[in-house]
Nanobody, 127 residues
């Protein structure tokens, strides 16, 4: 069983930056795509960004490209979400997730293709 634990959330002013981390533990598969999703009150969870096992492929939500980046350190079983130029509308609970089967964009952007989820971390951007 794989467990994912996010950290790094908090309160930040608009225009600021924040880096979230997600650590995987347990019986991790040999390769897996890692993604970040977010949910704001009253809305469905939405795709943010994902990265392949090798790190050579990254998948972005078009609306966030340029402000959010993702990276991973497989030796540490950790994926990072770097968020910059934050806006109040980025306020949400951010979840990391692992997919054991995805290998392309269309797969990575859909939450139903993810097998394991973290508990989420709150990010609040004040205006």
């Amino acid at each position: 069983q794989v467990q994912l634990v996010e950290s790094g959330g908090g309160l930040v002013q608009a225009g600021g930056s924040l880096r979230l981390s997600c650590v995987a533990s347990g019986r991790t598969p040999s390769t897996y795509v890692m993604g970040w999703f977010r949910r704001t009150p009253g809305k469905e969870r939405e795709f943010v960004i994902a990265i392949s096992w090798s790190g050579r492929s990254t998948y972005y939500a078009d609306s966030l490209k340029g402000r959010f980046t993702i990276s991973r350190d497989n030796a540490k079983n950790t994926v990072y979400l770097q968020m910059s130029s934050l806006k109040p509308e980025d306020t949400a609970v951010y979840y990391c997730a692992a997919s054991y089967s995805c290998s392309d964009y269309d797969c990575a952007i859909s939450e139903r293709n993810y097998n394991t989820w973290g508990q989420g971390t709150q990010v609040t951007v004040s205006s």
